[in-house]
Nanobody, 122 residues
Framework: QVQLVESGGGLAQPGGSLRLSCAGSGSIFSINAMGWYRQAPGKERELVARITSFGSTNYADSVKGRFTISRDNAKNTVYLQMNSLKPEDTAIYYC????????????????WGQGTLVTVSS
């Protein structure tokens, strides 16, 4: 069994900051890419940021220069530092991890967190 537990969401004012964390636990053997997606009300889920096992990153144009994704491989954790938040950043944020388990070391799975709500409002 593998679990992703997210934390760090909440209410922030425009221009403020929040830091999201997503920690993997269970029988993880290896982790490939890690990322954050978001889904605003009435909209489709979209990629926010992604980081590969080599540390290469890519960001949605709407968050470039404001958000930073990072990972701690020793802790199986991915972070999203969100600065200069805007009301349009309001959404449920989901972490996504591509990983393999101890039972199937060469078979990679796409695992999602439960989501954490970020609300940007004055």
């Amino acid at each position: 069994q593998v679990q992703l537990v997210e934390s760090g969401g909440g209410l922030a004012q425009p221009g403020g900051s929040l830091r999201l964390s997503c920690a993997g636990s269970g029988s993880i053997f290896s982790i490939n890419a890690m990322g954050w997606y978001r889904q605003a009300p009435g909209k489709e889920r979209e990629l926010v940021a992604r980081i590969t096992s080599f540390g290469s990153t890519n960001y949605a144009d709407s968050v470039k220069g404001r958000f930073t994704i990072s990972r701690d491989n020793a802790k199986n954790t991915v972070y999203l530092q969100m600065n200069s938040l805007k009301p349009e950043d309001t959404a449920i944020y989901y972490c996504n991890v591509v990983l393999s388990t101890v039972a199937a070391r060469s078979h990679f799975l796409d695992v999602w967190g439960q989501g954490t709500l970020v609300t940007v409002s004055s």
